[in-house]
């Protein structure tokens, strides 16, 4: 069966994706080829800094490859924190990076936002590109438990709940991630 690697550690990710493409590809991740390096996420976009993850794998161990870079976008902030979103106040700490992003927001009338992800795809040696987006608006406050990172101040567009009320199989269902997965997946589905 064909190989392809997905640059991530995420074995929660992995097995998610392994179970999508069972039939088709055997899924490595990077713990499983070997890779501890920490690839530098250096880019300006999503699509580059996606792309810089899989490119590292395909020059170095020759296998194809995918890697995802995802983040909130809000537009009254000019699309921040956008590529720094696991890092906006300066840390890794979600809650931190939550209340920044509600301070920031305070008084604020356009609450529009969206999260976005893009996962880069190299096969054989050609770059392709996969895109998730899901629109919503951003609460004045926290609300829920669930999920991680922004989702409790998160609500999508046709809910009068956040990402954090939602259960796992629900956001999995509409999320910018997912979005973007089923188009790989579909494309992939569709390879001789
Ligand atoms: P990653 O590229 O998937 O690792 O996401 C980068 C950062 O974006 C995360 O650390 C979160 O702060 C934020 N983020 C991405 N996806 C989500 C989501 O589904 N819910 C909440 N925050 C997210």
Redesign the pocket.
């Known amino acids: 069966m064909k190989e392809l690697v997905f640059a991530t550690n995420n074995q929660h990710k992995t097995q998610e994706v392994r179970n999508l493409l069972m039939n088709e590809y055997s899924v490595l991740n990077l713990n499983d080829i070997g890779c501890d390096t920490d690839i530098p996420e250096t880019g300006d976009t999503f699509a580059e800094n996606a792309t810089l993850k899989s490119r590292y794998v395909a020059d170095h161990y020759q296998m194809d490859c995918f890697a ?5 976008e809000i537009e009254a902030l000019n699309q921040e ?1 956008g590529i720094f ?2 890092r ?1 106040s300066g840390i ?1 700490d ?1 809650r931190a ?1 939550l209340n920044l992003v509600l301070q920031k927001m305070e008084g604020q009338s356009n609450r529009k936002a969206r ?1 976005r ?1 893009v996962i880069s795809l190299i096969r054989n040696g050609e770059v392709f590109l996969f895109e998730g987006i899901i629109n919503g608006t951003i609460r004045t406050s926290p609300s829920g438990e669930k ?5 409790p101040v ?1 609500e999508p567009a046709g809910y009068n709940i956040t ?1 954090a009320e939602m259960s796992m199989e629900q ?1 999995n269902q509409i ?3 997912a979005l973007a997965m089923n188009k790989l997946i579909t494309f992939l589905k569709e390879q001789p």
Not at 68 to 72: M, T
Not at 147 to 151: M, T
Request: hydrophobic share 25%.
């Open positions: 995802d870079d995802s983040g909130l924190p979103s696991a906006y890794k979600d990076n999260f992800t999920g991680f990172g922004y989702d998160f990402f956001k999320s910018h991630r």
